[in-house]
């Protein structure tokens, strides 16, 4: 008799224990140290995996920043011009140094901005001997027509305007920019046909660059332009001039949050004539070094 209330007993103890509702009062109403001590185990197993996520993240955050340098948007890059653009980013830099084939001080400074996702405003200037003015200036538009994550490569085109001088008839010009990345290694070069208004001034520009990402903050290439003055005008005639010149720099960049330190030297050669078109024309060849060093920032 007293085994049998025994069983009982213990049956009818288990059966409230099970119960739907004192299951459901058991999830909700567990003590706070059990659940707090689930919390703090449960993190170990996964923190670990989750570091190197994090560290990724970090590492990336500066170059998806808008305001941090985009190299691949030719804020390093003195002659090559880029195809891509970056929506939001607006860039500024300037680079000078002395060559010795020119025999004169040389400097580059540019402002490009993005108006849209796919249009950028660019103003450039330019301090060297030249076939014109030894200070020239060009403003126009550049078009990003295609983009790598689409179609293999970035390609761009641009139109822009160089006054020789405020006096005198400027140069129209048009421009084809091709560019891609391979893992770390990005290719730029840019093609450029200028003509004045009455097809007796024409220059072609050719520009060739590469960048080389070798840690997160150094960056080395090359950068590199051929410029050929084609012109039959007749206020040549007498005129002394540059006919074509040509540089080959390798560079380095120091590349700080939005700001890119940039120093570049290499081989320059040029042609000049002198006394065009009369019977005392001279031509010089000359060849030498040029270094240059600047500061380029993004904002």
Do not use: C
């Amino acid at each position: 008799m007293v085994k049998q209330l025994t069983a009982l007993a213990v049956l009818g103890i288990l059966s409230i224990t099970f119960t739907p509702s004192a299951l459901a009062q058991t999830e909700q109403g567990q003590p706070e140290d059990v659940d707090s001590s689930a919390e703090r185990d449960l993190p170990t197993v996964p923190s670990s995996s989750a570091q190197p996520s994090d560290h990724v993240d970090s590492a990336r955050l500066p170059e998806e920043s808008p305001k941090s340098v985009d190299a691949e948007a030719g804020i390093a890059s003195p002659y090559a011009l880029s195809a891509k653009v970056v929506p939001g980013q607006s860039w500024a830099r300037t680079v000078g140094g002395y060559d010795t084939a020119a025999q004169s001080y040389r400097a580059r400074a540019s402002t490009e901005t993005a108006l849209t996702s796919y249009l950028a405003f660019r103003v450039d200037y330019e301090h060297g001997p030249s076939t014109s003015t030894t200070d020239r200036v060009s403003f126009g538009l550049r078009l990003q027509v295609l983009s790598q994550m689409t179609h293999g490569l970035d390609l761009g085109v641009g139109l822009f305007y160089q006054p020789n001088d405020f006096r005198r008839e400027g140069n129209l010009v048009g421009a084809l920019m091709l560019q891609r990345r391979f893992n770390s290694v990005t290719v730029l070069g840019s093609a450029l046909l200028g003509s004045d208004s009455e097809g007796d001034d024409q220059e072609v520009d050719g520009r060739l660059g590469t960048l080389i990402r070798v840690s997160r903050l150094v960056e080395l290439g090359l950068d590199g332009r051929f410029r050929s003055v084609l012109s039959s005008d007749a206020k040549r005639i007498g005129s002394s001039g540059v006919d074509w010149e040509m540089a080959l720099l390798p560079n380095a960049n120091l590349r700080l949050g939005p700001l890119v330190l940039i120093g570049e030297a290499g081989f320059t050669a040029l042609q000049t004539s002198d006394f065009v078109g009369e019977p005392g024309e001279r031509k010089n060849f000359r060849t030498g070094i040029l270094i240059m060093s600047g500061l380029g920032a993004a904002f």
